[in-house]
């Protein structure tokens, strides 16, 4: 038997148990107890700002939504929600959604290159662990209607 052939049959044999022990786990970057639900289609107030969270139904293009979100990782969580439309980017927005933050959390379905139809979306709930890097502690994906 060859060096290649002695070196090669532990590695598949390594990679082989690896792959089947994070088969059916949950990603490992999530952190249990957390949670972002919705999206929930917010209403404009009668003055033209956002108002409360009003409908669970889908929301539509040019919707102003936001999110319920609850972690015991951070009292400073934030939400990145990205959209695409027929595989391109349309949408990539990031709001902190702490307790404290009193402001309407809210995105809006629109921007400058989507200009109307439907999108697939996904929010990510997450935390910054230090200035170069996040941890995703939860998401949901949902599609927007035209």
């Known amino acids: 038997m060859s060096k290649k052939t002695a070196f090669a049959i532990p590695l598949v044999l390594v990679l082989a148990f690896a792959s089947a022990a994070f ?5 490992p970057s999530r952190t249990s107890g957390s949670s972002i639900t919705g999206p929930f289609v917010v209403a404009a107030s009668p003055t ?3 108002g409360t969270a009003t409908s669970t139904s889908a929301p539509h293009y040019g919707d102003a939504i936001t999110f319920d979100v ?16 027929n595989g391109a980017l349309v949408v990539n927005g ?8 009193l ?5 809006n379905l629109t921007s400058g290159i989507w200009t109307g139809g439907a999108a697939d979306c996904t ?11 996040t941890k995703v502690l939860a ?8």
């Open 70 to 85: 609850s972690t015991p990782a951070t009292d400073m969580p934030f939400v990145n929600l990205v959209c695409y439309q």
């Open 23 to 27: 088969a059916g786990k949950t990603s």
């Open 94 to 101: 990031t709001g902190l959604f702490a307790a404290a933050d």
């Open 48 to 50: 033209g700002t956002a």
């Open 123 to 133: 929010a990510t709930l997450f935390m910054y662990v230090n200035s170069a890097k």
């Open 139 to 146: 998401l949901t994906s949902f599609h927007v209607d035209a």
């Open 103 to 107: 402001s309407v959390k809210t995105f």
